[in-house]
Nanobody, 120 residues
Framework: QVQLVESGGGSVEAGGSLTLSCEYSLIMLPSDVTGWYREAPGKQRELVAT?????????SPTVRGRFTISRSDESHKDILDLRMNRMKPEDSAVYFC????????????WGQGIRVTVSA
C-alpha cells in the first residue's frame, strides 16, 4: 500500500516560517511529479509547488519567492519538503502531499493532509 506521510504543520504568526515534510517509499520514474497542494475552507484544492524527477520546480504565483520545494533521499525513503517563509494569513489551509505520474492516471497518490494556520 502506498503511503505518503506528512508532518510539520501547525500554527505560526504572519511573517513566520514553517517546513512541511512528506515521506514516501516510491521509486520515481522520469514521468513522475511530486508536489504540494492546499485547500482552504470554501475553496478548491490548488497547486502550491511541484518538483519533477529531474529537479524542475514549479510554484504558484502566490507563493513564488516565499516557498521552496525540495526533495531528498534518506535511508531508502524519499522526503519531499516545503519550506514556507514570510507566511501570510492567506496561506492558512490544509496542505496535501502528492505523487503522480504524468502518463499513467492511476499512479496518483495523496497524503492525508496537514493543517497550517497563519495568524495575523
Amino acid at each position: 500500500q502506498v503511503q505518503l506521510v506528512e508532518s510539520g504543520g501547525g500554527s505560526v504568526e504572519a511573517g513566520g516560517s514553517l517546513t512541511l515534510s512528506c515521506e514516501y517509499s516510491l521509486i520515481m520514474l522520469p514521468s513522475d511529479v511530486t508536489g504540494w497542494y492546499r485547500e482552504a475552507p470554501g475553496k478548491q484544492r490548488e497547486l502550491v509547488a511541484t518538483i519533477t524527477t529531474d529537479g524542475t520546480k514549479t510554484y504558484s504565483p502566490t507563493v513564488r519567492g516565499r516557498f521552496t520545494i525540495s526533495r531528498s533521499d534518506e535511508s531508502h525513503k524519499d522526503i519531499l519538503d516545503l519550506r514556507m517563509n514570510r507566511m501570510k494569513p492567506e496561506d492558512s489551509a490544509v496542505y496535501f502531499c502528492n505523487f503522480r505520474s504524468t502518463i499513467l492516471e492511476s499512479r496518483n497518490y495523496w497524503g492525508q493532509g496537514i493543517r497550517v494556520t497563519v495568524s495575523a
